[in-house]
């Protein structure tokens, strides 16, 4: 029996983790700016105002630094799941394959070709194909964006496949169940949307800063006017999707909502932790220690949240470890929730039912094979489950998860109102005269950022130890490399990945410094 | 719009002649992926299944050995 080295799986996790989190600080700019951009040069082609011209190719600008620093970042994580990941890869096939291949193809094709246009086609094309190609260029980013959440979201849900002992493969018997699964249909747009706020951030913060300097007053102004619009339409419907998001994660991933709450213990009307300081001596969830210092709670919200009933059951992280309460399985049938435990003896059963069909196979013993097969199905929901050693792995790290998890509501719930402050500044005419609005939009450009990456913590770090969710583990995944290779490339990417980071910060100061004159 | 390759030829030449930020950018990209995918990719970040194995099969088969070995 192969005993891995935990610290592979842990450096392998801080490698895509770190790749990830650096190729999100681009992705989310280039989808929000690309929207601003596109509404700006749309009002220009309706007015013909020179003015909104001027406007449009300045961010477009900004919009091109970001999109030229960050192109091909994610190509990186595509190394990562081929050397440090190989079983994994070849675990989930064409499922995730399908999806990052059509991304692959579509974001070459639409935003290769329409960039093009975007920069060079300023008084080369008409006005109509150039406005027309801004937008397809924003639309092809988004879609790109859709294949990418379709294959994260199938890790969070698997849904479509069939496991084929022979290939050792998730093959993909319903690819519209993939795209279409509720789950990637929340996390894409709640995804979307909250890059939306991201990008309208970015452009309050831009102009904020000029109008504090009392530069580029005209622009600064007409800009905060069309990103708050736009920031509080995101900010509305990412509060939506958000909440779409929650249901789903309730359904499909309770450790992980159990984890967003830092809740041990499960109960009817379940309050929602508004503000909270979490006990640091809470070590494990059978300690008895209480999670929390201190909190502030609002009664059945999270009920509401999790079942859209105020009244309805949401278990917590004891709960869910020790089983025995109602629940629904895939099908929506009521069933009594197994324990880990459970589900780790019927994981082991399902993987060694997989050993025993591929011995059966080399040995021609077709009906024990078929016998083995059949276990191995019986069991295969909990066939992740076979790979734990200890139940206390199924819980993911519950600091990290419930901190983000607030940050990100804090973070989406003040933009809420900032940007409706600032639509009402704007058209009262208050804007310039409020440096306290103009610092705040400043820190506002970081917060989207804290809150974007905290989002994305939330997703991930809240799912483990699940690669794909109760299927694999993180532990099985990993490829059997050195350690020493991992770190290595771990340091690499970190120093590009910095290297790139400056590089944007100090091109986009320059030119913000520059202004839209240059 | 008879001679359309040249003028889509003449469109991305006086493009790419005309830049001035742009010329940085192309330089940062050009870097960017000369690292990632002749110094990364290629001494860094093997496929290990197509180094170690040649067909489908093999792979499969240590896979599920790897699978079946860490349970």
Known sequence: MESLDYSLVDWSRAQFALTAMYHWIFVPLTLGLGVIVSIMETIYYKTGNEEWKKITKFWMTLFGVNFAIGVATGIIMEFQFGTNWSNYSWFVGDIFGAPLAIEGVMAFFMESTFIAVMFFGWNKVGKGFHLASTWLTVIGATISA???????????????MTFNPDTVRNEMTDFWAVLFSPVAMNKFSHTVTSSWILGAAFVVGVSSWYLLKKREVSLAKKSIKIAAIFGFVGSILAAYTGDGSAYEVAQHQP??????????????NAPLVIFGVLNPQ????????????????????????????????????NDLMMGGFPTKDTYGKEIMALSVKEKMA??????????????????????????????MEDNYANFGYGFIKDEKQVMPNVPMTCYSFHAMVVVGIFFIFFFLYLILASSKGWIENQKWILRLGILGTVMAYVGSQAGWIVAEVGRQPWVIQDIMPSYAAVSSIEVGAVQTTFFLFAILFTVLLVAEVGIMIRQIKKGAEH | MKNWPYTLFRFYVDGFKNMKLGKTLWLIIGIKLFIMFFILKLFFFPDILNTKFKTEAQKADFVGKQLIDRK
């Open chain 1, 146 to 160: 859709l294949w990418i959440l379709v294959a994260n979201a199938w890790m969070q849900f698997p849904v479509g």
């Open chain 1, 255 to 268: 450790m992980k909502l159990a984890a967003m709450e830092s809740m041990f213990t499960g109960q009817k």
């Open chain 1, 282 to 317: 809470k070590k494990a969830y059978d300690d008895g220690v209480e999670p929390y210092l201190y909190k502030v709670e609002v009664p059945s919200v999270l009920s509401y949240l999790a079942n859209k009933d105020f009244n309805s059951f949401v278990p917590g992280i």
């Open chain 1, 346 to 375: 019927s994981g082991k059963i399902a993987v060694q039912a997989l050993s025993d069909y591929k011995k059966a196979k080399a040995e021609k013993n077709d009906s024990l094979a078929a016998v083995s097969k059949s276990l």
